[in-house]
């Protein structure tokens, strides 16, 4: 199969090292890329906002399958246009993707089927918005309804920052995405990602993660696009994974086909682990980052017909298998990170892969020879152990062998799992 993956993060280059393991893979093109994806797949130079211009390219070079890693393309309709070209593609069409697009559709679908979740309301401008809140009273949570690249959520401990965090949306804090509001109710408990594939009619669940949101030690600082994150997420027992499969991916399926808007691609389900059981906090409709990286570390099976069956309707037909192994995943973010930070600065080494351990790359590019950092989150240190505590001194240990003096990593990624390890 002549493959297609679109994106340029740490999760694309796991997609892509894993992708390139398959026996069914002829060849593996990446857009744009990064020089970790480099050593998998050939790079090609395609602007993906040009829907043309990426079928031109398919057709070109008979690409059999496109795999679209990053949300923005399928917010944007590009495998709604690759499948009208008769190109099978991995990822949601638009409408589908509006689970992760419009925080107020995610919302209102979870009401009219049913699906567990804070209670909300949706807002357009800020005097009513408020009006809630001051009726609510805090703790309470206020969204900017559109992508906000993780920015866009408020929660507030008082009712004093619900309404500033109303007034930044509403004056343009978070652009177009801020124009509409929903304000939820504060959930309780802790928080677990799960993974799940869907055709449209069969789901097939995959594996759950914890993640690192805030960029310092002891979760504290600011919220980034996550700094580390571990898979199998303990609070997921097997009880819990079937609630959240029977309460919330099932409805979900259900719903969105009744809609009209059948979902095709992965499931990215943040969830709150309450007294009552799981409740959804957001979808995303792609595989997360770095969670994708924890996850294809443990993923036993080939990925590529999993992907290939999601995509065209036969999940029925795959079973997954998965190692009995923790993964964790420790990111090396560029000093400043998630404000602002120097860029272009030199990253003198990188270690190669030891056995159950890898460096992916995620903001790095090649520049006159030289591998540099363009991002904000820049290496994923990833490591598998016989626990969490074991794969975290695995990737501990091969971090401090990445000479780049402008990156830095939180030190204690995984850390609620290590300690439940540990006092057991
Ligand atoms: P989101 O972008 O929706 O994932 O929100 C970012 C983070 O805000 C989540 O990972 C949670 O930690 C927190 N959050 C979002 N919604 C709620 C809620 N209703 N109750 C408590 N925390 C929340
Ligand atoms: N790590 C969170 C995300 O991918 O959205």
């Known amino acids: 199969m002549k493959v297609l993956l679109i994106g340029s993060g740490g999760r694309e280059h796991a997609l892509a090292w894993k992708i ?5 893979l002829e060849h593996l093109y990446a857009a744009p890329g990064n020089p970790g994806i480099a050593e998998h797949a050939t790079l090609v130079s395609l602007d993906i906002e040009d829907h043309a211009a990426v079928i031109s390219f398919s ?5 059999d399958f496109v795999v679209i890693g990053p949300e923005a393309p399928l917010v944007a309709g590009l495998a709604d246009d690759l499948c ?3 190109i099978a593609t991995f990822g949601p069409s638009k409408a589908a993707a509006q689970l992760e697009g419009s925080k107020g559709f995610t919302k209102d679908l979870c009401a009219r089927y049913d699906i567990p979740t804070g209670a909300y309301q949706r807002f357009k401008s800020a005097e009513p918005a408020k009006a809630y809140v001051r009726e609510q009273g805090a703790p309470i949570v206020i969204k900017a309804d559109g992508l906000a690249a993780g920015k866009g959520v408020t929660v507030a401990m008082s009712e004093a920052d619900a ?6 949306c509403f004056d343009g804090a978070f652009g177009a995405a801020g124009a509409e509001v929903v304000v939820e109710a504060f959930l309780d408990g802790e928080e677990a990602s799960f993974f799940c594939l869907s055709d449209g009619k069969t789901a097939l669940a995959l594996a759950t993660a914890q993640d690192h949101k805030r960029v310092g030690d002891g979760d504290t600082g600011p919220n980034t ?5 571990y898979s199998p997420a303990p609070v997921m027992t097997p009880a819990m994974v079937e609630r959240t499969m029977k309460d919330i991916i099932e409805p979900t399926i259900k719903g969105m086909a009744r809609d009209g808007n059948p979902f095709s691609g992965v499931f990215f389900a943040g969830l709150m682990m309450t007294q009552k059981g799981p409740e959804l906090i957001e979808y995303n409709v792609r595989f997360g980052d770095p969670e994708c990286q924890v996850l294809m570390m443990r993923l036993k099976s080939d990925l590529l017909p999993i ?5 065209t309707g036969t999940l029925d037909q795959v079973t997954v298998e998965w190692s ?3 993964a964790l995943t420790v990111v090396l973010a560029s000093k400043g990170y998630p404000a602002s930070y120097d860029k272009n600065t030199p990253i003198a080494h990188v270690p190669d892969a030891r056995e159950d351990a890898k460096v992916f790359h995620a903001g790095t590019t090649l520049k006159d ?15 598998l152990g016989k626990n969490v505590t074991e794969a975290q001194a695995r990737a501990y240990a091969l971090a401090k062998d990445v000479t780049w003096d402008n990156g830095f990593s939180r030190s204690d990624i995984g850390w609620q799992a290590v300690a439940r390890e540990n006092a057991t």
């Open 20 to 24: 390139a393991q398959s026996p069914r």
């Open 59 to 63: 057709k070109d070079k008979n690409i």
């Open 84 to 86: 009208a070209a008769g």
């Open 163 to 168: 309404l500033a965090a109303i007034d930044d």
């Open 225 to 229: 696009g996550g700094m580390g994150a």
């Open 307 to 311: 992907l290939y069956a999601t995509a």
């Open 324 to 326: 009995d192994d923790a």
């Open 369 to 383: 020879g030289q591998l540099v950092a363009t991002g904000g989150r820049v290496l994923n240190v990833t490591a």
